[in-house]
């Protein structure tokens, strides 16, 4: 299980400045499009800011506490529309964002399996990335994750040099999964 591809996979700060080649982009773009999703809607559309001045307004839209994203060659940004995906009118669940969540998991394993490092942010100003990337105002971002290469953590202040060199720890599997109850208190 140690060379399993969901252990590889972490969420670093030190990003490389070194650029992504269109042939590694290429090669992610078709792992992401084979993505599972409800009923095949596919709801979702990735945007991958990866000119210097494009990425760079999108960090105005992001906090200080982000800025580190900003060495990263590339910003993907899902975004997507309720409207485009599955919808029950028994059931209150916004699908279009669990398909979301899967294509962001397929994103981040194909590009740790093209040797690639990825790190999602939750923090984000959506309308100045919307702004940065001229999305209409009828689409949700729902993510944004810093992609490139692991870089040099000399370049990372004190503060976010203890967060990449933090233990990695989840929760118990007793604590998450059970079989056929409900089990917990």
């Not at 916004?94 to 398909?99: A, I, S």
Request: glycine letters at 6%; proline letters at 4%; a negative charge.
């Amino acid at each position: 299980m140690s060379d399993s591809i969901f252990l590889r996979r972490k969420s670093m700060y030190a990003f490389s400045s070194q650029p992504i080649t269109q042939d590694i982009l290429v090669q992610l773009f078709e792992i992401i499009q084979w993505t599972p999703s409800l009923a095949n809607k596919q709801p979702w559309k990735l945007l991958f800011a990866v000119d210097e001045k494009v990425r760079e307004e999108c960090m105005t839209a992001l906090p200080r506490g982000n800025q580190w994203a900003g060495r990263a060659s590339a910003l993907a940004v899902i975004i997507s529309r309720p409207e485009d995906d599955a919808i029950r009118d028994d059931d209150p669940i916004q699908y279009y964002q669990f398909d979301c969540g899967m294509v962001a998991m397929s994103l981040m394993l194909g590009a740790t399996e093209l040797g690639l490092m990825t790190h999602p942010m939750a923090g984000y100003d959506a309308d100045g990335i919307k702004k940065a990337l001229s999305i209409p105002t009828e689409y949700h971002v729902v993510c944004v994750i810093a992609v490139g290469y692991h870089g040099d953590v000399d370049m990372l202040d004190e503060q976010t040099l203890a967060k990449e060199n933090r233990k990695r720890d989840r929760k118990a599997v007793n604590e998450i999964i059970a079989i056929d109850r409900f089990s917990w208190g």
